[in-house]
């Protein structure tokens, strides 16, 4: 578990929204009051534990608020024994030694993961979070009282579905996948508090999400510890030989041994990618040619 505290509102992810956090109205409209709690979640020093603080919350929620906090933090796993499954391949067992005890990184509410994930396609990392503050500072509820930055509620599915989503800088088909997405869950039709094999065949059949966005969304928001986006053109480069990628049929097949650990196998791969410092491009010296003399007159 990171050892940085922060304090999120309730049902919100942990990545803040370009640099400003935002929390989630309740998806569907539920809990009508309106209401929020903050949310502080920090590591104790010289303890292997985290501590949960919350303020605004009826005493009713803290059960539910405290079961999510350890969802979120991925608690109840037992790093020993997917360490054991996973350090029997070559390609992990340096990466399980590396950072053991890893765990699932997840995001409070599958919602607004799954908006960031759309809004994160084919964009960098600190793109797909300005465009979720953007569309946060438009559409989501500000908050009073709020700290560390939280300034307001992510939207709802309904606010989102009924958005103007114009001159924040989606594309086009962007936009209309996360409004096929609001609409969804709005309706019904999405319901995101199913079984975690339901979630992901619904979002994977909705416009412009895909297999993907429906295999992270169940790794980071549902804690599925056997979620694999097989096609992740990171991983297949990971694992594949002399920096050619695999195809998403020899990763698969290979991911195979990795069962039911392959979360956590996709979660060493992406660390690892992310510490690979590309070597800086040697500057070419030029040589200056003597100036021609000019010829005389």
């Known amino acids: 578990v990171d050892a940085r505290g922060y304090a ?55 059960f539910q608020l405290s079961a999510a906090a350890r969802r979120t933090f991925d608690l109840a796993a037992d ?43 084919q964009v960098s990392v600190a793109a797909g979070r300005t465009l979720a503050a953007r569309v946060v500072a438009r559409v989501g509820r500000p908050i009073a ?12 599915p309904a606010a989102l579905a009924a958005a103007n989503l114009d001159g924040l800088g989606l594309t086009g088909a962007r ?38 966005t429906a295999q992270y969304v169940a790794l980071r928001a549902l804690g599925e510890p056997d979620a694999f986006p097989a096609a992740d053109l990171v991983l297949r480069r990971m694992a594949g030989a002399g920096g050619a990628p695999l195809s998403t049929r020899a990763l ?9 650990w392959r979360g956590y196998a996709v979660l060493h791969l992406w660390r690892a990618a992310s510490d690979v410092v590309r070597p800086r491009r040697p500057v070419d010296r030029v040589r200056k040619r003597p100036a021609r003399k000019a010829a005389p007159a």
Do not use: K
């Open 8 to 62: 999120r509102t309730v049902a919100a992810a942990n990545q803040p929204a370009g640099g400003r956090s935002a929390a989630n109205e309740p998806a569907g409209g539920r809990n009508g009051d309106g209401g929020h709690a903050i949310v502080c979640v920090r590591a104790l020093e010289n303890e292997r534990a985290l501590e949960l603080r919350v303020r605004g919350a009826a005493p009713a929620a803290l």
């Open 79 to 121: 790093p020993a024994r997917i360490a054991l499954a996973l350090r029997g391949d070559p390609l992990l067992a340096p990466l399980v030694a590396l950072r053991p005890g890893l765990r699932i990184p997840g995001a409070w509410d599958p919602f607004e993961c799954a908006v960031r994930a759309v809004l994160g396609q």
């Open 145 to 156: 009282g709020g700290s560390d930055g939280l300034t307001h509620l992510f939207p709802s």
């Open 252 to 260: 698969e097949a290979r991911a195979e041994a990795w069962r039911p």
């Open 175 to 212: 936009a209309r996948a996360l409004r096929a997405l609001a609409q969804a869950v709005t309706e019904g039709a999405l319901d995101l508090g199913a079984p975690v094999e339901d979630v992901a065949a619904g979002l994977e059949a909705l416009p412009g999400l895909g297999r993907w």
